[in-house]
DNA sequence: ACGGTTCCCGCAATCGTTCCCGGGAACGCG
DNA sequence: CGCGTTCCCGGGAACGATTGCGGGAACCGT
């Protein structure tokens, strides 16, 4: 469109060979220049008046303005190298009232899930000149308002949420004041607040899964996933009572929705295993999860695809490597933050309208499933 | 000299070329708070003005400054409430010259790592109002410095490092450029330098890591890690070599330094495992390259703890859950991005000087661990 | 009553850019 | 020679805060 938004037009850097100490450019100095640093960055100031030009006329050669004669070019453009100017990127900022930086919030990176989608989305922030703020919301709706809050305050230009709750309305309410665009990674929010969002479709991945379980013969299959509050555990649940109830096998369905935490897997499983007619088949909703219930399968000494079957969400390591390999529904998570980040930058620059962008998902069998003993 | 405007007390007609509802939301229109529409954020020129005091007020108000009395704090804070105002932190950061802010460069978040480093210094940052920019160098040196200079530009009060290189010509360049402080995590640089460090001591736990196995009869071993401009890399090469110099047995040791990733630790698990006096026994010096590894063993079909003997570094999810459970060389990592954050704050508030901070390693012996068949 | 404090408050100068405006110089044309 | 264009350039007002300085008013002591 009509904003080009290239900070640097003269602004070579050329770190050269030169003598790395002090390099204070000036000759009439006159600080010392033993001080291995400490040189005051130039500003545009200096850079004009050591041209003997306006400041004006210096902003104007460095944006590439076209109301500049060749002469006035090199000029400024010589007194820019000799100073090492590079232009305040605050005073840009608050000039232009945009900070090229985008927050995100998410729940705990040392999820490799969300670590992972942040890789995709800094990556494509990066090359379009846009830095990444992160804050973990510890899974807290109130650190995440808390959060968003904060963002608006530094004054991002654009956030992307993976929210703990997408029902909060504390959470709904601070979402409605951001200011700037604002992306939902895997997370959907009435339309009316306006928000963009990069979602999986769960339902054709967890729809094969629990095919594949049924027709292996399971008839009891407990579902361990996050809070409903969620789009995943959400879909996922739905996705499951959507298969068992076109198929003509009665199946016994056991949902266990709660968190995303591997506490909460390891208690889930081990309440599921307790029931007096317990699951053939387990279906863990993420790998922290799957952690959770691996540890209680462990401890009771349950031998994962022999007596009970195994499904996982997320391909980690963890699933490829394990013995035996774990089956999964898998989704590509670094497009899914890349995909994030193009839709912020879609509304930043292109100015885009919100939109919902659809993901896949697919289900890989694995020799964790395998038919029941009965 | 151009036109003079006359100094209309009030008049803030700026010819400059913003909307024309700018500035007009004052006095009559501060009523409709609850407008749904783009509210402009007040400035403290707006509060100045409903509370009919200076500028300068208003800020000695927000800022604690002892110049205040009673009556005018009232006033003030009173239009502060109704104007929702809130302090524009660029111009708080240009006028203050700092940003509240610190650069993070690593090689790749989705790393679980350097994900938990992160995790921790985030947290230690946030609670002291500071937030963090995070960008992947992806393995790669130049990238390393290229995103130093970024953050540089982008006025970050201090910077944390974890390098691609501690040797790398243009990164040590770069990094003596920078202004503010630095601490680098698991890295060691020039004291000339200086920056600041939270490093593992490596070499209790390689050591207990390395008697053990010999201890188990084992007398060749192989140790696959990074690269040898890395700290760990080094220390955990002299440690291995430290033990079997001190130990009377003779063990043959294959080092076999190269980089962190899993593609690495296949091919080099396939190399040492090709040789015609294969190792009993395989260091693995990290979570990617552990996962390289085992593809290889697995792919050989060769079996852990019987075939051969395993150890990795940094514990994760798998090599506890994996079958048998691996042995590990352990270290907590959220603490040492917690202490990477506490070392910056110390010199961005505390004025504290440079300082290296080591944090301990443990050996953690698992039944990947066996005596060699012969 | 008067000099000296103390207490507050406003003025105005930054911080480093961006960009609108007005105008000088050079040029072209009738 | 006068006038309209075109091309550049400098001046200066923002952006939105912080802060040193100076001075008016109240207060105090003698």
Known sequence: MGAPN?????????HDGHGPASTSARALDGSHAAGTAARRRASMREVADM?????????????????????MRERVLTAVRRLEYEPDFLAQSLRRGQTLSVGFV??????PLMAEIVLGAEAVL????YSLLLMNSENDAALDAQHIRFFQSRRVDGMILSLASETDPATLDTVSQVEGPVVLVDRQ???HLGASAVINDHRPGMEAAVEHLVDLGHRRIALITGS???LPGRERMEAMRAVLRRRS?????????????TEYGEAAARQALASDRRPTAIIAGGNQLLIGVLRT??????????DVSLVTCDDVPLSELHEPPIATIERDTVALGRVAAELLLGRLIGGDEPRTEVMPTRFVPRPSCAPPVS
Chains 1, 2 share one sequence.
Do not use: C, K, M, W
């Open 249 to 261: 096998e009665s199946v016994d369905a056991v949902y266990l929705p709660g968190s995303f935490s």
């Open 189 to 191: 929010l009435p339309d």
């Open 297 to 306: 399968l462990q401890d009771r000494g349950l031998r994962v695809g022999t």
């Open 126 to 129: 990066r090359s379009a000149g």
């Open 51 to 71: 041209a003997d030009v306006a400041i004006s006329s210096v902003s104007r050669v460095l944006s590439g303005h076209p109301d500049v004669s060749t002469a």
């Open 228 to 230: 409903p509050s969620q």
């Open 6 to 14: 290239d900070p640097r037009a003269g602004g070579r850097e050329g």
């Open 106 to 111: 998410l729940a705990d990176i040392s999820n």
